[in-house]
C-alpha cells in the first residue's frame, strides 16, 4: 500500500513527464492504428472479393476467339481455368452520352459479377444485370427497364439484377479521365444472344484465365501469341490491368506512407519514452535509499518503478488503439470510397497493432525496471547521496588553448557540459534532428504531389480543350479541323499495344504526338523533351517493369504485327508511362498515323468542331484538374495527418528533452546563482547550450530528411505515377520554425524556472 500510494502521488508531482510518455505512445498507436485499419481493412475485403468471384489473372484480347481457340489454350500446363467472353461497347441514349460497355461471359466461372440485388447473372438468360452504381446514380432498380442504342437502332432490357464487377473496381470508360463517373460510363452484364441481337457482328474477343502463382508470363504470353497468331491483340496481367489494380496500387501506397512514416516516428518516440523513464527514476536516487533502508526488497522496488512505465503506457496504447477506428480511420476510409467500386468496405485493425502496442508496453515498463537495477544494488548509505559525476576530464577543446582562452564563460560551461553528458546531447540532437527530417517529409510529400500536378496540368498540357475523336475520321474531315483552327491545334495518337523484347512482355501505352506546343513531355527535372527522329523515348519507370535498356530494339506488336523500333533515349517521366515517339518516326516505320485526341486552344470554331459527328468526347483541361485535386484529396487525408504528427511529435520531444535536462542541472544552476552568477548569464548558459544543439540538430535534419523525403516520394510512386522529390522554400522555413520555435518557447520556460530557484533548498544534502 505504501508502494501504490507513493506511485500516485509521483504520478501526479512529475505529470508532465509521465504526460509526455503518454502522449507519444497514445500518438505512436493512434497514428499507425488509423492508417492501418485503413489500408488493411481493404486488403482484406479486396482478398475477399477477389476469391469469392475467382478474379481472372489473364485476359486474352483477341479476334473472333473461338472454343477450339479455347480448349488448345487449355492445354498449356500453367493455365488452370479459362472463361470466354464478348465485350462490347454501346450507349444508354440517343445523343451517346451514356456510355457502357456490355460484358458476356460464356459461364459464369471466372471473374464473376458480385450479385447484390436481383436474380444471379446467367450467361444465357435475357435481361441485362446492370452495375449498382450507375443504378444508384440514375435511380434505376430491379425489374425496371432500360434502353440501349447502337447504330441508330435501341434495344429495350430488364434489370435483372444489379452488381459489382471486381474488374470494374475503378474504371473511368475513357483516357479523358483519371476518376469513375458512374452515370456517363457503366458496365452490365448480358447473354451472348442478347448482345448478338444488339450487334450481329460481335464474337468471343476475350478469354479469361486463372494460371498457376509461379507462371512464367514472358513464355505463357509467347506461347499464346503462337497458338492464335493473327487473331492475338494482347495479353494482359493483373499488375497491368489498370481497372482492378490502381485499387491495389492505392492500398500499397497508403500502407508505404503508414509504415514508413510510423517507423520513424516509432523509433524516436521510443528513444524519448526510454531516456524519460530512466531520468526519472534517476531522479528518486534518493528515494530508493529510503525505500531501501526501512527495509523495502530490492526485487519490490524494481517492481515498483517498472509499474510507472507500465500503467502509463499500457492505458496510453490502449487508449489510441480504441480511437483510432472510431477518429482517423473513418475518416480516411470515406475519402477511397469515391473513387472505387466495392461491394463492402470495413475497418480492421491487425495483429501489428497489437505487436505494436505490446512492443511499446514492453519497453516502457523494461526501461523503467532496468533503470533502478544499479541504484538498488547500492547499499543505502550510498542511494541517499546525490550521484558525484566525474568531471576531472578534459573536452579535446580544452587542449588548444588558444581556442579555448578566447571563449567565454558560457560557453566553456556548454562545451564542458556536452563532454560530460554525452549521451544526453547526443539525444537532444537527435530529438531537433528527428523532427526536421519528419517535418520535411511530410511537407515536402504533400509539395511533391502538388508540384506533380502543377508540372503536368501548366507545363506539360497547355491545351484549353481535349477532343476524342472516332479513328474512322476521314482525311477530309480532319483537313477541314485544321482549317478551322487556323494551326492552333495538336494532334496524338494513344494506343495501347504489347511491348516485347529478349527478356519479358508487357502492355504498354504508346503515344505518337504531332507537332505541336500543347503536349510537353517533362522529365523529373521539369526540362521538355525533345523526341529523336530515329527512334522512340521510353519513361524510366516503363523500362524499369520491362528490362528496356537505351538504344536496344523492341518489338511492339500492333494490329497484329510485330514492328522493331529503336529506343533512343529512357526519360524520368512522372506521368503518364509508356512508349513516346513523333509522328514522322512512326510514319517512316511504315505505319499509318491515326490520331484519336485533338489539343486545341481557345478557337472561335471550336464549338462547331464539338458538334461534329466524328468528335466522341470533350474535356476541358480544368475539369481534369479538378479531377487531379479530388484524387490527391484520397491521399492528402493521411498526408495532413503526417504533418500533424510530425509537428505534434516535435513539441512533445523538445518540450521533454528541456524540462528534463533542466532537472539534472538544478543543482548545477542553483550553484551558479550561490556563486554570484547574474539571471542573464544563467540564461546565457541554457541558450547557448540549447542553440549548440538545435543547430546541429538542424543541419543533420535538414541533410537526411531530404534523402528521407526522396525515399519517401520514390516509395509511394505507383506504376502510373512517378513523384519526384520537392519541397517549397516556405515549407522549408515552416519545418526549420516549428523546431527553433518549440526550442525558443521551451528554453523560455526553463529560464523562468532557473531564475526562480531555491538556492538553499535545491543545495541541501542529506540530512
Excluded at 668 to 692: D, M, R
Aim: with cysteine; proline share 2%.
Amino acid at each position: 500500500m505504501l508502494l501504490i500510494k507513493k506511485m500516485c502521488r509521483d504520478l501526479w508531482n512529475m505529470k508532465s513527464q509521465f504526460l509526455s510518455i503518454f502522449l507519444m505512445c497514445m500518438l505512436g498507436v493512434l497514428i499507425y492504428s488509423g492508417i492501418e485499419c485503413v489500408w488493411y481493412g481493404m486488403e482484406v475485403e479486396s482478398d475477399k472479393y477477389f476469391a469469392e468471384t475467382n478474379l481472372a489473372d489473364v485476359w486474352l484480347n483477341g479476334n473472333n476467339i473461338t472454343y477450339s481457340d479455347k480448349n488448345r489454350i487449355e492445354g498449356i500446363e500453367s493455365v488452370e481455368q479459362t472463361q470466354l467472353s464478348a465485350v462490347y461497347d454501346s450507349f444508354l441514349d440517343e445523343n451517346n452520352e451514356e456510355n457502357i460497355r456490355l460484358i458476356a461471359n460464356a459461364a459464369d466461372n471466372i471473374s464473376k459479377p458480385y450479385n447484390y440485388s436481383g436474380k444471379k447473372y446467367d450467361p444465357n438468360g435475357d435481361g441485362i444485370w446492370l452495375d449498382k452504381d450507375y443504378a444508384d446514380a440514375k435511380d434505376v432498380s430491379v425489374g425496371d427497364f432500360i434502353r440501349v442504342y447502337d447504330d441508330e437502332k435501341n434495344f429495350k432490357l430488364k434489370v435483372e439484377g444489379l452488381v459489382y464487377s471486381p474488374e470494374y473496381i475503378s474504371y473511368t470508360g475513357t483516357l479523358t479521365s483519371i476518376i469513375p463517373k458512374h452515370e456517363k460510363y457503366t458496365f452490365g452484364y448480358v447473354s451472348l444472344d442478347t448482345l448478338q441481337d444488339i450487334n450481329s457482328s460481335v464474337r468471343y474477343n476475350q478469354l479469361k484465365m486463372v494460371v498457376e502463382e509461379d507462371t512464367d508470363f514472358y513464355e505463357l504470353k509467347t506461347r499464346i501469341h503462337s497458338l492464335l497468331e493473327e487473331k492475338y491483340i494482347n495479353c494482359i496481367e493483373l499488375s497491368e490491368f489498370n481497372q482492378v489494380y490502381s485499387f491495389v496500387s492505392k492500398i500499397q501506397q497508403i500502407k508505404k506512407m503508414a509504415i514508413m512514416f510510423s517507423v520513424i516516428f516509432l523509433l524516436l518516440a521510443i528513444l524519448c519514452i526510454r531516456t524519460t523513464m530512466k531520468r526519472i527514476v534517476q531522479k528518486q536516487r534518493i528515494q530508493i535509499g529510503i525505500l531501501k533502508a526501512v527495509g523495502i526488497y530490492n526485487f519490490a522496488i524494481k517492481i515498483h518503478y517498472a509499474m510507472y512505465g507500465f500503467i502509463v503506457s499500457i492505458i496510453a496504447t490502449l487508449l489510441g488503439y480504441i480511437l483510432a477506428p472510431r477518429t482517423i480511420a473513418p475518416v480516411l476510409l470515406d475519402l477511397q470510397k469515391d473513387f472505387y467500386s466495392m461491394p463492402k468496405w470495413s475497418i480492421i485493425s491487425s495483429n501489428y497493432s497489437i505487436v505494436l502496442i505490446v512492443l511499446m508496453v514492453l519497453i516502457c515498463t523494461i526501461t523503467a525496471w532496468l533503470s533502478c537495477t544499479n541504484i538498488a544494488k547500492e547499499v543505502p548509505a550510498q542511494s541517499l547521496r546525490n550521484q558525484v559525476i566525474d568531471s576531472n576530464k578534459k573536452t579535446f577543446i580544452e587542449n588548444i588553448e588558444g581556442l579555448w582562452n578566447n571563449l567565454s564563460f558560457e560557453w566553456r560551461w556548454v562545451l564542458r557540459d556536452a563532454s560530460r553528458n554525452k549521451a544526453r546531447t547526443l539525444i537532444a540532437i537527435v530529438g531537433v534532428f528527428g523532427s526536421m527530417m519528419l517535418l520535411i517529409a511530410s511537407l515536402g510529400l504533400q509539395d511533391s504531389i502538388n508540384k506533380n500536378n502543377d508540372v503536368i496540368y501548366n507545363e506539360q498540357y497547355t491545351y484549353y480543350k481535349q477532343l476524342t475523336v472516332s479513328p474512322l475520321m476521314t482525311e477530309e474531315d480532319k483537313a477541314e479541323i485544321e482549317q478551322k483552327l487556323f494551326g492552333d491545334y495538336q494532334w496524338v495518337m494513344s494506343i495501347s499495344g504489347e511491348c516485347k523484347n529478349s527478356k519479358n512482355i508487357g502492355t504498354v501505352n504508346v503515344f505518337v504526338i504531332d507537332k505541336g506546343y500543347y503536349y510537353n513531355i517533362k522529365n523529373a527535372n521539369h526540362i521538355s523533351i525533345e523526341l529523336p527522329e530515329d527512334g522512340l523515348v521510353v519513361s524510366k519507370q516503363t523500362a524499369k517493369e520491362l528490362e528496356i535498356k537505351k538504344n536496344e530494339y523492341i518489338n511492339l506488336l500492333y494490329k497484329g504485327t510485330e514492328i522493331p523500333i529503336k529506343v533512343s533515349d529512357i526519360q524520368p517521366i512522372g506521368t503518364p508511362q509508356g512508349l513516346f515517339c513523333s509522328k514522322e518516326y512512326w510514319q517512316d516505320l511504315g505505319l499509318e498515323f491515326v490520331p484519336n485526341t485533338l489539343l486545341t486552344g481557345k478557337s472561335k470554331n471550336l464549338s462547331d468542331i464539338e458538334e461534329e459527328s466524328f468528335v466522341k468526347e470533350t474535356v476541358e483541361k480544368s475539369v481534369q484538374v479538378e479531377e487531379a485535386d479530388r484524387v490527391i484529396d484520397s491521399v492528402r487525408g493521411v498526408i495532413i495527418l503526417l504533418i500533424m504528427a510530425a509537428i505534434s511529435l516535435s513539441v512533445v520531444i523538445l518540450y521533454n528533452l528541456a524540462l528534463l535536462n533542466f532537472s539534472e542541472k538544478y543543482r548545477e544552476y542553483a550553484t551558479l546563482k550561490v556563486l554570484g552568477a547574474f539571471n542573464a548569464e544563467i540564461k546565457g548558459v541554457i541558450y547557448k547550450g540549447s542553440v549548440l544543439n538545435v543547430l546541429l540538430g538542424w543541419i543533420i535534419g535538414t541533410v537526411v530528411g531530404w534523402y528521407f523525403l526522396k525515399l519517401y516520394v520514390y516509395t509511394i510512386s505507383t506504376t502510373t505515377t512517378v513523384y519526384s522529390p520537392f519541397i517549397k522554400v516556405s515549407s522549408y522555413i515552416c519545418a526549420t520554425l516549428v523546431a527553433l520555435g518549440c526550442s525558443i518557447f521551451v528554453n523560455f520556460v526553463v529560464t523562468r524556472k532557473a531564475i526562480a530557484i531555491d538556492m538553499v533548498e535545491s543545495l541541501k544534502s542529506v540530512e
